[in-house]
């Protein structure tokens, strides 16, 4: 009786005998989704905070000294909203240009004749953020002349190497296997590339987009400089009159433009995206 109960004991049951049951396969993914789709939606809820606290800041201030100390530099319709117009214009334009211009020479540069060529291009391409950024201004104002179309195309040489660099390492890692199966059932090199090669390579190179889309927000507010206005003339204006409301109100502007096309760069990038990828 004894041993029968030691070896009723011992002998594991069915329970500890049947393996655990596995994880669903899709919970990972579901709780990556949920994780980035809340991160992605919470970034205009920060934004529009961010707003508020610049609404009630400025609405505390004492506009009518704060006019008549700075020279109405503090005034919504004639100076911060113009500048803020001209920011957002210069930045767009100049980022609408570089992928107008990297994306395709990255394509170009990732087909076999031209590869050679490749690295050359692309030093050519990070010269323009070794050079100092007042030093590339000066150089495209002295061809352009003073105004808001030499920043953009100074901030277009600036910000070239990102879109550039991430379309050809896009392109790059596409399996291989994945190009030939496409040559395999008889697609051309051109149809290969617009549906195999490019689809696969959007990710990387959004993520491109958005870096340079940041960049050329940041370096507006030096188009100042060489006469393109935006909002780098109130931050100017906050440091040379030593008032901290003017500095404080241009600075967050720009972190809020920023902020905003960073996360509507992010968005694009999660749904341009092929799905499965």
């Not at 070896?7 to 396969?25: G, N």
């Not at 800041?57 to 919504?76: H, K």
């Not at 007042?134 to 953009?152: D, F, P, T, W």
């Amino acid at each position: 009786m004894t041993q029968q109960t030691t070896s009723t004991l011992e002998r594991p049951s069915a329970t500890d005998q049947a393996p655990q049951a596995a994880a669903p396969p899709s919970e990972g993914f579901l709780a990556t989704w949920r994780r980035l789709s809340l991160g992605l939606w919470l970034a205009p809820v920060g934004i529009a905070a961010l707003i508020g606290l610049l609404y009630v800041y400025y609405q505390g201030l004492d506009l009518e000294n704060a006019v008549r100390q700075t020279g109405s530099a503090l005034r919504w319709d004639t100076k911060l909203w113009p500048q803020l117009v001209q920011h957002v214009q210069i930045s767009f334009w100049a980022t609408v240009i570089v992928i107008a211009i990297a994306v395709p020479l990255g394509i170009v540069l990732t087909r076999p004749a031209f590869r050679r060529v490749g690295p050359y291009i692309v030093a050519v391409a990070n010269s323009g953020q070794a050079l100092p950024a007042y030093g590339l201004l000066v150089l495209v104002a002295a061809g352009l002349g003073m105004n808001a179309r030499a920043a953009v195309w100074a901030f277009v040489v600036y910000a070239l190497l990102p879109v550039l660099r991430n379309t050809m390492v896009g392109l790059d890692n596409v399996d291989r296997a994945v190009i030939e199966a496409g040559r395999g059932m008889g697609m051309t090199r051109l149809q290969v590339l617009t549906r195999i090669e490019l689809p696969l390579a959007v990710p990387v190179i959004l993520a491109g987009v958005r870096v340079a889309m940041v960049l050329n927000i940041g370096m507006a507010t030096l188009a100042f400089l060489i006469g393109g206005g935006a909002l780098g003339v109130t931050i100017y204006s906050g440091i040379e009159l030593n008032q901290n409301s003017v500095l404080i109100v241009g600075a967050v502007l720009v972190a809020i433009v920023a902020l905003t096309f960073d996360w509507l760069g992010a968005v694009a990038e999660r749904y341009l995206r092929p799905r499965g990828v």
